[in-house]
């Protein structure tokens, strides 16, 4: 028996079978469905990308895993290599894990880590945004903060080591002022925060989160696993704000395989880098640099700067903006657009009740939740393919007075 995320098991409707994928197309028995919403977010290339499923294959025939404990192989060290060059300034340092939810743990125990190495071990806070999501594991959801997803962690009450803010800077100064010497890591989802409801907001946030981080000697993390690889119309914010550590996930691998990565800096590693060895990072997932994972990864990155995705991401939000352009209902709240992502907030749930079903019917997989209707589309996504997604969402209020 499959236990499903996210859903109660007893009341569920049973999830569509698919049985191919090709392109920004999934195929169920009887219906061709555009994939929307790339997978949750990792499907950049779109289904059955021949080099993808090359890089997979040679791989494969060589060997399919072997353990980074004691040994290395040629996929990480390419990739990692690959990295260190694409990268912003001198995020050059790479330890890879199986998930984002993986990596972001990785990365704010190198923050509580580095200050620990210092002696500094009255740093235990960590400064994280309201309504962020950084994945589902223990220490990510208490960095989160969304009961929609987490409410959980109500039984341990209020918790002493992580402050929540809004994305506006009167606050986020005033948490410093508070918090500094308390704080190992400021973490943020930069520029649109994802699960939390495809909340965008303004660059000028995060150059201030950068000068107090500089100020006060605090670690500044980007969650870029739904925003890194052009989803935000930048390659990376990494490239317009530079963090201590970036985490990548979802899009590294284009959605074949689940892999992860946590980049540090020159000052990260250096912290961890002497003659002590109780002074070594303690982690090391089983499956981490996975060479089908790292094979793949590379070939990724590679299809994403010489098929100038840039060029298609911008083009993906022209064509959303003309399309979405004086849509207007009294239902919508807001309708948000940054890059390649959509969102379509509503005032109440359950506006949105039945629009997969409705989706469906016209040919579209989408996977609404809470009151967010939003669409990520694979990058390789066609100018007919991308209207019809955006006319089956306004079609949805059209069609419903
Ligand atoms: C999806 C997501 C994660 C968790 O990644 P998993 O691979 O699902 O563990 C972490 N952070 C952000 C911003 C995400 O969108």
Redesign the pocket.
Known sequence: MIWYPYVQMKTMTPPCKIVDANGVYLYTENQKLIDSISS??SVIHGYKHPELNRALVEQAEKFSHVMLGGLTHEPVKKLADKLESFLPGDLNYCFFSD??????EVALKMALQYYMNRGEEQRTMILALEHA?????FK?MEAGDDEDYHFVLKAYGPSRYVVHIPTEIPALEQAFEKYHSCLNCFIV?PLL???GGMRMYDISFLKRARELCDKYGVLLIF?????GFGRTGNRFVADLVLPDIL?L??ALTGGYI?H?VTVANQKVYDGFYDDVPEHALMHGPTFMGNPLACSVALKSIELFETQDYMSAIHRIEAITRREMEGFTDERIKEIRIMGGCVCVEVRDAAVLKGYQQFAYERGVFSRPFLKYLYAMVPYIIKEDELVKVLQTMKEWFIMKK
């Open positions: 949750w977010w998930s984002g939810s993986v990596a972001v999501y950084h994945g589902d594991t990510t989802e925060q994802g699960a969650d870029e696993v739904a925003t985490v996930g979802k689940g992860a």
